[in-house]
């Protein structure tokens, strides 16, 4: 459960040194493109009923405050992003020379809602294993792309690996979250579903789809379907 999001990063990472520019360039679209349709299939066919499960019948809550923490958690991943500048979704640009720290705190506060979420359902793990690798790919090659000092990369990438699987740590192991858990698994969704649907509408250039991401989304949607 903790290692497949640390995995994740260090896969993304690790296969841009292995790939030329211009295999990059090819792929990154393509990759995030299948990402973001299996994230959003997990989320619609297993995060998003499970909210709206039986549980609230036996809570305070009710389905209009479960819809309104979506919309918060939304809110939040739009505000996240005005930092990011649309990291979480593959829109990087390192102009400057030094560690972005506010590129690397907002995108930790991103991974680590992700890692609320994975406590919900098996499968949501495999969705957040899929979306972590592309990002973790074009996070890796634009920072290869500065002057920043390859240790300082490494800490980066390393701290961002690590931020996932903490949240599913405290998720998990604490008790004084327990009775919140159906608000907080709602604002996961809404998180989750914001950055789902704009990897997919985004990855493709000038919003035109092809047949090869065509048929990826497609086998994207099928296989989370299926698990």
């Known amino acids: 459960m903790y ?132 990002i973790a790919f074009i996070i890796t090659t634009s920072l290869l792309n500065t002057e920043i000092k390859k240790y300082k990369i490494l800490f980066f990438i390393i701290f961002f690996s690590l931020i996932t699987p903490l949240g599913t740590f405290i998720s998990n192991n604490s008790e004084q979250l327990i009775d919140y858990r159906i608000l907080i698994d709602s604002f996961v969704v809404g998180v989750l579903l914001h950055v789902s649907t704009t990897i997919l509408f985004e990855s493709n250039e000038g919003h035109k789809f092809n047949l090869v991401k065509i048929s990826l989304i497609a086998g994207a949607i099928l296989l989370a379907y299926f698990i």
């Open 3 to 134: 290692l497949y999001p640390f995995l994740a990063v260090i896969i993304g990472s690790v296969i841009v040194l292995f790939l030329s520019k211009k295999a990059i360039q090819k792929n990154s679209q393509l990759t995030l493109a299948f990402s973001g349709a299996f994230l959003l299939s997990i989320t619609v066919f297993d995060l998003l009923p499970s909210v709206y499960s039986g549980d609230i019948i036996n809570s305070k809550l009710d389905e209009k405050a479960i819809g309104l923490m979506i919309m918060i958690g939304i809110l939040f991943q739009v505000i996240l992003e005005f930092f990011s500048k649309g990291a979480e979704h593959g829109h990087i640009h390192i102009s400057s020379n030094k560690l972005p720290w506010v590129l690397l705190i907002s995108l930790s506060l991103h991974a680590f809602v992700e890692g609320f979420s994975i406590h919900l359902n098996q499968n949501i793990l495999y969705g957040i294993f899929i979306h972590k690798i592309p």
